[in-house]
């Protein structure tokens, strides 16, 4: 086994490697963990208090969007799909306000792209209360090979 790959007990891709355990702060690290478990409110817990820490505004800005990406889930399992939409359009504002297509080895693409599949349907009619929400794949964060520097 290569030791630079985090073991999974699952047979798919670790989401991360140690370089980025190194790299990255424990919270954003953690955070990762808790949102590929499906735990979507202790995912923002933990970014949170990244964010409510000293961090740059770049990083503030797309923890923030993490935060209300993962919020946008929970309130979809506690059965607010208006709360959720409105959490979702908040994440994609400050997602393209990051200006990058990577941030902190993610795929900001790639990842808006799982959120767009997973909860474009909130924005298909004027009160989402009126749908059933669909079978959707929820995103799965996996980092990029390469380190990429934050602020």
């Known amino acids: 086994m290569n030791p630079e790959v985090i073991e999974t007990t699952t047979h798919e891709q670790p989401p991360y490697t140690d370089a980025h355990i190194a790299a990255y702060p424990v919270e954003y690290i953690a955070g990762i963990d808790l949102y590929n478990a499906g735990e979507f409110h202790a995912a923002h817990d933990v970014w949170e208090e990244r964010w409510m820490g000293e961090v740059g505004a770049q990083e503030k800005l797309f923890l923030q969007a993490m ?85």
């Open 67 to 151: 935060i209300q990406s993962a919020v946008a889930f929970h309130h979809l399992e506690i059965g607010r799909p208006g709360a959720a939409r409105q959490m979702y359009q908040r994440a994609k504002e400050k997602f393209a306000r990051l200006g990058t297509k990577v941030f902190m080895s993610l795929d900001l693409e790639d990842y808006q792209m799982q959120l767009d599949t997973a909860l474009s349907w909130l924005l298909s009619v004027p009160d989402p209360h009126e749908l059933t929400q669909p079978d959707v794949p929820v995103p799965r964060i996996r980092l990029l090979p390469e380190l990429s520097d934050f602020d």
